[in-house]
């Protein structure tokens, strides 16, 4: 079965970096594209960006081109997600989500990490 | 880009039907066919309920139908049970690699 891993929760001062693990195990890691989409606490969910699991392109969204990177191990069928210059705005569940075929939708999530950004 | 507009909140009785919309343009929602519908529980993570509209994944209740129109999609879910009661978000696929979610939908079974 498709499962979905992330890393622990993090605890984090604002100017720092967080770096997320998402690991894959149930299908072919480099088969598909895994986003990562976050939720502040009562908001919407957001998407943050992707990457192709085959050849590690990546797309950010606007809002986070600027501060995040992800990254992938394929060797660790893993996919990261870091996040920089981190700000209380940030607090925030981080999920990963495996993508269906190019269609922006998503069939399984990882379980959510909690980073909290606070001095 | 702006998010998808939905209802914040709706109810329904055990039984009843209730129907959530998810109002877009015609940038994203009317543009595409790829909106899906996640239910969220709280503290969990969201969970695939529809997606390219009206396809159902394999283990969804078959109570749970979406459609569109225009610029506006709809996820109906008839039959109503307790376990319903969670956040709903739908998303849709938009112009220039861009990936909308709504605002989010509570569902109050009453």
């Known amino acids: 079965q498709v499962q979905l891993v992330q890393s622990g929760a993090e605890v984090k001062k604002p100017g720092a970096s967080v770096k997320i693990s998402c690991e894959a195990s149930?299908?072919?890691?480099?088969?598909?594209?895994m986003y990562w989409v976050r939720q502040a606490p009562g908001q919407r969910l957001e998407w943050m960006g992707w990457?192709?699991?085959?050849?590690?392109?990546?797309h950010y969204s606007q809002k986070f081109q600027d501060r995040v990177t992800l990254t992938r191990d394929t060797s660790a069928n893993a996919a990261y997600m870091e996040l920089s210059s981190l700000r209380s705005e940030d607090t925030a569940v981080y999920y990963c989500?495996?993508?269906?075929?190019?269609?922006?939708?998503?069939?399984?999530w990882g379980q959510g990490t909690l980073v909290t950004v606070s001095s | 880009q702006s998010a998808l507009t939905q209802p914040r909140s709706v109810s329904g009785s055990p039984g009843q039907s209730v129907t959530i919309s998810c109002t877009g343009t015609?940038?994203?929602?009317?543009?595409?066919?790829?909106v899906s519908w996640y239910q969220q529980h709280p503290g969990k993570a969201p969970k695939l309920m529809i997606y390219?509209?009206?396809k159902r994944p394999s283990g969804v209740p078959d109570r749970f139908s979406g459609s569109k129109s225009g610029n506006t999609a709809s996820l109906t879910i008839s039959g109503l049970q307790a376990e319903d009661e969670a956040d709903y978000y739908c998303?849709?696929?938009?112009?220039?690699?861009?990936?909308?979610f709504g605002g989010g939908t509570t569902l109050t079974v009453l």
């Open positions: 989500a495996r993508e269906i075929g190019g269609s922006r939708q998503f069939d399984y």
């Open positions: 149930g299908y072919t890691f480099t088969s598909y594209i």
């Open positions: 990457i192709n699991a085959a050849n590690g392109d990546t």
């Open positions: 015609s940038s994203d929602v009317g543009a595409y066919n790829y």
């Open positions: 390219d509209v009206i």
């Open positions: 998303s849709s696929y938009a112009d220039n690699y861009v990936l909308i």
